[in-house]
Structures are given as structure tokens and as C-alpha cells.
């Protein structure tokens, strides 16, 4: 009799937990982003931080310019966001000024990105990624292939996460954007001798979704001991 009433109670279970892990709960998350960078990790010893348009250190300028050009520049101006788990957003406006220069520098740079959230919940995370700058040789005499390039590395992730309603959430960089989110780029080229705009895109993730061996893991038990119990019938 136990053995009659365990089976459909298993059933029932296994059903429901696939079931639940199918289960995207809505939720909007709302307020407004900033960005702040930090120093190359390989330094020339000229490159400089500022802070613009209410931003903290906002923008990054390094080297030396030519006598008819000037210093470049990365940028990033923070954005109001309200957007669904899952769902691309606008995270910040980047402007990218590509002078005639010498001493840039070439390899990877911090950016924090600050959510300061005002929906659903009151507070402000911090996610730190990690940037890269090619700085061309300018040897084409082409202003786009001499054109100089911004990436994002480490899978466009951070280990940073923020937890809300006990579920942890991080924040996964897409592309950048010139054309509102139409197309997306994973660089950002921008030509010599001129100043470039892009918008940087991401979207919120839950980071404690169930690892696939798990849930294989238990419907082959469920198949075991279904299998089992027709044995002993």
C-alpha cells in the first residue's frame, strides 16, 4: 500500500520542480547608472582620470598629441534605466575621442558600474568589468582602419552579484550600439583623427538558475526508482 501511494506522490513531485525551474518570475528593475574607470593596468605613467558632466571619474584621457591633433579619451555617461530580468537595456553612453598621439597605451582597464536603484528596491551595486584599448599604429592612412578599439573581456560577465528576494542577479554586458539598439557591435572602432559615439547595452540575469546535470540527475532518479518499483509489482 505505501508503494502504491509513493509513486504518484513522485510523479507529482519531479512534475512540479521542472515545472518551477521553467518558472521566470516578473520583475522591473528601475533607476539610474554610472560608470567610473580606472588606470590601465599596463601604465605609460600619462594617463588621467576627470570627472564629467556629474560623473566620478568618468573619463580616462591618456597620451601625447601631435602638434595639429589631440589627447584621447574614453568616456561614460550614466543613463536612467527601467527594464525586465533578461530584457537588453541602455547602461551608458560612451564617447570615444581618437587623436594623433603618442604613448597610448594598449591592454586592459577597470570600469565600475554603479545601479542605483529605485524600483524595486532602494540601494546601489557596484559590478566591475574589465575593459580593453587597442591603440593603432596608424599605418594604413585610413582614418577607420587606422581607427583605434574598445572591447569588453571575461565573457561580457563579472563575479560581482546583488541578491533581491533571495535570488542573486548580476548584470551581463551585450554590445555596443550606434543606431538605438537595432544592431549590436562587440567593438567599438573609433576612426582617427575624430570623436566617436556608442551606447553600451546589458541586461539583468539570474545567476542561481539550476546546473542542467541537475535537473537530468533528477528525472533519471525518478526513471530508477519508477523502474524499480514495477520490478517488485
Known sequence: MNRTKFLPTLIATTTMFFATTGKVEAITFAGTT???WGLPAVSTGIESLSNQNGGTNNRLTWGIPAAWSFKNYVQYDGLGFSTDVNTL????????RNGATFYGFNGDFPLEIELSFTNSFNNAESLNYTF????????YNDPVLDGDILTFTANDLTNDTFNFGGVDYTLKLAGFSSDGGNTFLSEFNSPENSTAEATLYAEIIKVDVPEPTTIAGLGLLGVFIIGSLKKKS
Not at 537595456?89 to 570615444?96: K, M
Not at 587597442?134 to 599605418?139: A, D
Open 34 to 36: 554610472s560608470g567610473s
Open 89 to 96: 537595456f541602455a547602461v551608458g553612453d560612451l564617447t570615444y
Open 132 to 139: 580593453n584599448i587597442f591603440n593603432t599604429p596608424n599605418i
